[in-house]
């Protein structure tokens, strides 16, 4: 099981992108999903969470530009960027905090599977002119 984010690249300021992350295997669960990102000589900060019952959390940096969603049926988390800024370049990481899943294609009570704290392999936006 892995988290795969897609959707980063280059956008002048004042554009829009849609960063995707999907976990891929037989997912029975995920708990809360999130982004985070860390840009050029900065410690990772929290961009944007969401829970399974879709309760949503904003960095302040973020609110009113940035929307988090996710499709459950999918086990994907999505964040459109809207507004963007220079100082939204940055690597968005996206993570699991709770997962539960199979370790084959097909469910069984044994091959029922726990995870905390998953983290995809980042995504790179570029916000410049």
């Known amino acids: 099981v892995q988290l795969q984010a897609s959707g980063g690249g280059l956008v002048q300021p004042g554009g829009s992108l849609r960063l995707s992350c999907a976990a891929s295997?037989?997912?029975?669960?995920?708990?809360?999903m999130g982004w985070y990102r860390q840009g050029p000589g900065k410690q990772r900060e929290l961009v944007a969470t969401?829970?399974?019952?879709?309760?949503?959390n904003y960095a302040e940096s973020v609110k009113g530009r940035f929307t988090i969603s996710r499709d459950n049926a999918k086990s994907t988390v999505y964040l459109q960027m809207s507004s963007l800024k220079p100082e939204d370049t940055a690597v968005y990481y996206c993570?699991?905090?709770?997962?539960?899943?199979?370790?084959?294609?097909?469910?069984?009570?044994?091959?029922?599977?726990?995870?905390?704290?998953?983290w995809g392999q980042g995504t790179l936006v570029t916000v410049s002119s």
């Open positions: 969401i829970t399974s019952t879709y309760n949503t």
């Open positions: 295997g037989t997912i029975i669960s995920i708990n809360a």
């Open positions: 993570n699991a905090d709770e997962m539960y899943y199979c370790s084959g294609d097909k469910c069984y009570e044994d091959t029922v599977r726990h995870a905390t704290d998953m």
